[in-house]
């Protein structure tokens, strides 16, 4: 039951491998989209010429693609954020997986042996011979003579 135990954690340290991995991409792509929108909000104003007015549809433009920025950061901190409440959780999974080993794994692997066990002899068929109810009446047969 060791093995069992070794590839839960194995198991569970990959998926914290992958979901770090996520996070750290999701990171780098929030950076990325932030500056982007960053450089476009500090970027001045087009104006054509010698004019001191500014030209409508470039400005709405400009707007535009602000506002799609906007936008597409938002999401990307969202997931950034869900993702890492998902590494945090993980990685408290897994601490307490590590913990659990001395405490409760002898008795609880034990019980489950005992129940693979019982689910072998059912399958391969000895199940009526070895059942605790064939046991329990040759028991109370002993006591009845």
Request: hydrophobic letters at 45%; charged letters at 30%; proline letters at 1%.
């Amino acid at each position: 039951m060791i093995f069992l135990y070794t590839a839960l954690l194995l198991l569970v340290g990959v998926a914290h491998f992958l979901i770090k991995r996520r996070v750290a991409a999701l990171e780098k792509r929030y950076a990325r989209v932030a500056g982007e929108a960053d450089e476009l909000l500090r970027q001045s104003s087009y104006r054509e010429g010698n004019s001191n007015r500014q030209d409508p549809y470039q400005s709405a433009k400009r707007q535009y693609k602000l506002a799609v920025l906007a936008e597409k950061r938002d999401s990307v901190e969202s997931a950034f954020v869900r993702w890492d409440r998902r590494s945090e959780r993980f990685a408290k999974l897994r601490e307490r997986l590590r913990a659990w080993k001395g405490r409760k794994l002898p008795y609880t692997f034990g019980a489950l042996d005992v129940a693979f066990v019982l689910s072998a002899i059912d399958y391969l068929g000895a199940g009526q011979f070895l059942s605790a109810r064939h046991l329990v009446e040759a028991v109370a047969s002993l006591f009845t003579r």
